[in-house]
């Protein structure tokens, strides 16, 4: 099969290690967003949904699919998704659209990796941060800094990080937290069972707050990045190649 793994430039220079070894592993060819329809699979580490639509479109293989593309990169989408899902989530506000009390949590419905994500103690600074469209204001996490992420492999979990940050309420390890491989808590296997059935993605994963009434969801990383499991010794662009090598993707 003719594949080809998909990067921007800018994503490209700083994931290069994952690049070439998936790419090595899968005799891939790494491409732009400039890529033709002369492959047979597509794989995406950049977030163009409409690009993924477009090759779908011309029953194209493409990982992760449009729909993912579309739900895990925006916020709203992923918290009305995760909803309709019976799956529990902080309350949130639009931008706009109310209030929900301070302090609070800024995010872009749009951001990755926690650069989006701003603290407000009160009003005047909420109103400061929220410079442009595109943003969500949320309850904050009782347990700050902390976090499990779930990597999914289709249906399957591949492996579960908690992570923690001492000095930042965000707890990406990219932000300077820490993080230790757990035994992944069987509640949020079956919660991620649930994603997967909506979305049927092929590599992510999906982030829960750890909060006294039990886990609550944070969002979907459809980008998903490999530090976390390279870190706990894990080969992930082996995992994934053998993953897209075998009969569970479809």
């Not at 529990?88 to 990755?112: A, D, M, T, W």
Request: with cysteine; charged share 30%.
């Amino acid at each position: 099969m003719k594949t080809a793994i998909v990067y921007t430039e800018e994503r490209l220079r700083v994931n290069r290690f994952f690049a070439e070894t998936l790419s090595s592993y899968l005799g891939a060819d790494v491409v732009d967003l400039s890529v033709s329809d002369d492959y047979d699979l597509y794989i995406f580490r950049t977030e163009d949904a409409a690009l993924r639509a477009e090759l779908e479109g011309k029953g194209k293989r493409v990982v992760n699919n449009a729909l993912t593309g579309v739900i895990a990169n925006d916020k709203h989408l992923s918290y009305e998704l995760a909803a309709e899902l019976g799956v529990p989530f902080l309350p949130y506000v639009l931008q706009g659209e109310g209030e929900i009390g301070y302090p609070c949590v800024v995010k872009s419905r749009f951001g990755h990796g926690g650069k989006q994500v701003f603290w407000a103690d009160d009003k005047r600074e909420a109103e400061r941060l929220l410079k442009g469209e595109g943003y969500l204001l949320q309850k904050p996490s009782e347990n700050r800094g902390e976090d499990i992420r779930m990597y999914c492999l289709g249906g399957d979990v591949l492996a579960a990080m908690r992570r923690k940050n001492e000095n930042d309420f965000r707890s990406n390890f990219t932000l300077g937290g820490s993080c230790e491989r757990i035994a992944p808590p069987a509640e949020l296997v079956g919660l991620c069972r649930r994603f997967y059935e909506a979305l049927r993605f092929d590599f992510v994963g999906i982030d829960f707050l750890v909060e006294r009434e039990g886990y609550l969801f944070n969002e979907i990383e459809d980008v998903v990045g490999t530090r976390m499991l390279y870190s706990a010794g894990l080969d992930a662009a082996k995992r994934f190649a053998d993953y897209l090598k075998s009969e569970k993707c479809e």
